[in-house]
């Protein structure tokens, strides 16, 4: 069982920056991809970005060159780095972890984190 721990959400003005963390803890396997997904009212919840333990990244395009997804290993710690921020943007921040073990993925998910963008 993997405990996902996430901190940095609040209340920032546009244009302005704020940064995600997520550390896992409670399994002896390190996750194979990590990553951020939010979730607007009214709204479905949708990938923002991975990074697989090897270092590769994603971003869904509306995020692209503004958020910088990043992962210290060592600690099992996942950041999302959040630059010029836009109200759409504004929503409930979830971590995800996943871990392969052997033909098995266990998904694990953080609690959230409100992210909220004024205008």
């Known amino acids: 069982q993997v405990h996902l721990e996430e901190a940095g959400g609040g209340l920032v003005q546009a244009g302005g920056s704020l940064r995600l963390s997520c550390a896992a803890s409670?399994?002896?396997?390190?996750?194979?991809?990590m990553g951020w997904y939010r979730q607007a009212p009214g709204k479905q919840r949708e990938l923002v970005a991975t990074?697989?333990?090897?270092?590769?990244?994603n971003y869904t395009d509306s995020v692209k060159g503004r958020f910088t997804i990043s992962r210290d290993n060592t600690k099992n710690t996942v950041y999302l780095q959040m630059n010029s921020l836009k109200p759409e943007d504004t929503a409930v921040y979830y971590c995800?972890?996943?871990?392969?073990?052997?033909?098995?993925?266990?998904?694990?998910w953080g609690q959230g984190t409100q992210v909220t963008v004024s205008s």
């Open positions: 995800h972890a996943l871990v392969i073990i052997l033909t098995h993925n266990y998904n694990y």
């Open positions: 409670g399994s002896t396997f390190s996750p194979n991809i």
């Open positions: 990074i697989y333990s090897g270092g590769r990244t």
